[in-house]
C-alpha cells in the first residue's frame, strides 16, 4: 500500500498510453491506472497508438507484444523514434529470449510477463515513474545552476563596466549596498564606507546627511534637498544633487536605472559630476547680471545728462 501512494504522488502529473487489443483485460487495467495517472489513453493496436503518440506525446507507454497490423516492438521502435527518451513498459505472454533482446535494443527496460501480477505493476510503474521525476528535478536543477552561472558572471561583468567608469555608481536593492565602484569609495571617507558596507546606516540616510544646497545657486530649486526624492518613478529620469564629499562640495547629475545585478532586480545610481558645469552657469549668470545693470546703469546716466542740457538750453 505504502509503494501505491508513493507511485501515486510520483505519477500524478504523469500522462500514460496504454496499448492492448484484449479488451476486457483493457477495460480492467485501465480502472487501475486511472487511479494512478493524470491521463490515461488506450488504444487497440500498435498503429492506432503510433497514431495517437504523434499527436499527444505521453510520459510512459505500456504495450502488448502481439497486436494486429502493427506488433509492440515495431510501435515501440517508432515512437522511440519521435521521443527517444520516453520510458515503455512492455507486458506479454512470451518469455523468449529473442523478444527481450530485441527490446533491449529497441531501448525498453522494463519487461513484464502475462498473466500481470499487480504488484509487479505497481513496483514497475513506481520505479519508471520515480526515474521521471529523478530525470525533471536533475533538469531543473541543472537549469538552475546554467542560470546561476550567467547570473554570476553577468554581475561580474557588470561590477567591471562599473568599476572602469569615471563617474560615481552605487547599486542597492531595499536600501543595502549590492556593489559599489572605486570612484563613488572615494567620495567618503573610510569611516563611512564602512558604515555602510556593514548596512549599520542605509544609502539614503548618508547621503541626506551629505546633501547641502547653499545660496550660491540661484536656481537652488532644481537641486533635491532629500534623497528619496532622487529620480522619482513619476517625475525625471534624473535629478541634480549637491554632496558634501571627501573633497569638498560637488554637484551631481544622478540618474536611477533598474538593472538586473546577481539575478534580482536592483537599483543602480550614477553620479555625473556637473560641479564645473554649474558654477560656470553661476558665473556666467553673475556676469550677466553685471552687465545688465552696468548697461543699465549707463543708459540711466546718459539720459539723465541729455535732460539736463535740454534744460539748460532752453533756460539760456
Same mark, same amino acid.
Given at each position: 500500500?505504502?509503494?501505491f =501512494?508513493?507511485?501515486?504522488?510520483?505519477?500524478?502529473?504523469?500522462?500514460?498510453?496504454?496499448?492492448e %487489443? *484484449?479488451?476486457?483485460?483493457?477495460q480492467?487495467?485501465?480502472?487501475?491506472? !486511472?487511479r @494512478?495517472?493524470?491521463?490515461? !489513453?488506450?488504444?487497440?493496436?500498435?498503429?492506432?497508438a503510433l497514431?495517437?503518440?504523434?499527436?499527444h506525446?505521453?510520459?510512459?507507454?505500456?504495450?502488448?507484444?502481439e497486436m494486429?497490423? #502493427?506488433n509492440?516492438?515495431?510501435?515501440?521502435?517508432a515512437?522511440k523514434?519521435?521521443?527517444? *527518451?520516453?520510458?515503455?513498459v $512492455?507486458? &506479454?505472454?512470451?518469455? !523468449?529470449?529473442t523478444?527481450?533482446v530485441?527490446a533491449?535494443?529497441?531501448?525498453?527496460?522494463?519487461y513484464?510477463?502475462?498473466p500481470? !501480477?499487480? &504488484?509487479? #505493476?505497481? %513496483?514497475?510503474?513506481?520505479?519508471?515513474?520515480?526515474?521521471?521525476?529523478?530525470k525533471?528535478?536533475?533538469?531543473e536543477?541543472?537549469?538552475?545552476?546554467? $542560470?546561476q552561472?550567467?547570473?554570476?558572471?553577468?554581475?561580474?561583468l557588470?561590477?567591471?563596466l562599473?568599476?572602469?567608469?569615471p563617474?560615481p555608481?552605487?547599486?542597492?536593492?531595499k %536600501?543595502a549596498i549590492?556593489? +559599489?565602484? *572605486?570612484a563613488?569609495?572615494?567620495?567618503?571617507?573610510y569611516?563611512? #564606507?564602512e558604515t #555602510?558596507?556593514n548596512?549599520e546606516k542605509?544609502?539614503?540616510?548618508?547621503?541626506?546627511?551629505k546633501i547641502?544646497?547653499?545660496d550660491v +545657486?540661484?536656481?537652488?530649486?532644481?537641486? @533635491?534637498e =532629500?534623497?528619496s526624492l532622487?529620480?522619482?518613478?513619476?517625475? &525625471?529620469?534624473? &535629478?541634480?544633487i549637491?554632496?558634501k564629499?571627501?573633497?569638498g562640495?560637488? @554637484?551631481?547629475?544622478?540618474m536611477?536605472?533598474?538593472i538586473?545585478?546577481s539575478?534580482?532586480q536592483?537599483? +543602480?545610481?550614477?553620479?555625473n559630476?556637473?560641479?564645473? $558645469?554649474?558654477y560656470?552657469?553661476?558665473?556666467?549668470d553673475?556676469?550677466?547680471?553685471y552687465?545688465?545693470?552696468?548697461?543699465?546703469t549707463k543708459?540711466?546716466?546718459s539720459?539723465?545728462?541729455?535732460? =539736463?542740457?535740454i534744460?539748460?538750453?532752453?533756460?539760456f
Amino acid at each position: 500500500m505504502e509503494q501505491f =501512494h508513493s507511485l501515486v504522488d510520483y505519477a500524478k502529473n504523469l500522462s500514460l498510453l496504454y496499448v492492448e %487489443d *484484449d479488451v476486457a483485460l483493457q477495460q480492467e487495467t485501465k480502472v487501475i491506472l !486511472d487511479r @494512478i495517472f493524470s491521463r490515461v !489513453d488506450t488504444a487497440l493496436d500498435g498503429q492506432e497508438a503510433l497514431e495517437m503518440f504523434e499527436c499527444h506525446y505521453y510520459d510512459v507507454v505500456i504495450t502488448d507484444l502481439e497486436m494486429p497490423r #502493427l506488433n509492440g516492438l515495431q510501435m515501440s521502435k517508432a515512437i522511440k523514434k519521435i521521443k527517444d *527518451d520516453v520510458p515503455i513498459v $512492455v507486458v &506479454s505472454a512470451y518469455s !523468449d529470449t529473442t523478444y527481450l533482446v530485441d527490446a533491449i535494443e529497441i531501448g525498453i527496460n522494463y519487461y513484464i510477463l502475462k498473466p500481470m !501480477d499487480l &504488484s509487479k #505493476l505497481i %513496483d514497475t510503474l513506481h520505479n519508471v515513474a520515480k526515474s521521471i521525476n529523478e530525470k525533471v528535478l536533475a533538469e531543473e536543477y541543472r537549469k538552475m545552476e546554467l $542560470v546561476q552561472k550567467v547570473n554570476h558572471a553577468n554581475a561580474k561583468l557588470l561590477e567591471e563596466l562599473i568599476n572602469v567608469s569615471p563617474n560615481p555608481v552605487v547599486v542597492f536593492k531595499k %536600501d543595502a549596498i549590492e556593489f +559599489m565602484n *572605486d570612484a563613488f569609495r572615494k567620495l567618503f571617507n573610510y569611516e563611512e #564606507l564602512e558604515t #555602510l558596507l556593514n548596512n549599520e546606516k542605509p544609502l539614503h540616510d548618508m547621503l541626506n546627511e551629505k546633501i547641502s544646497v547653499d545660496d550660491v +545657486m540661484k536656481d537652488s530649486n532644481e537641486f @533635491i534637498e =532629500h534623497f528619496s526624492l532622487c529620480c522619482d518613478e513619476q517625475g &525625471s529620469p534624473y &535629478s541634480k544633487i549637491s554632496l558634501k564629499t571627501a573633497h569638498g562640495r560637488k @554637484i551631481f547629475l544622478v540618474m536611477k536605472s533598474q538593472i538586473n545585478f546577481s539575478g534580482e532586480q536592483s537599483y +543602480m545610481y550614477t553620479f555625473n559630476d556637473i560641479t564645473v $558645469v554649474e558654477y560656470q552657469k553661476v558665473q556666467l549668470d553673475n556676469y550677466s547680471n553685471y552687465m545688465s545693470e552696468l548697461t543699465y546703469t549707463k543708459y540711466r546716466l546718459s539720459e539723465e545728462a541729455k535732460s =539736463h542740457d535740454i534744460i539748460d538750453k532752453t533756460t539760456f
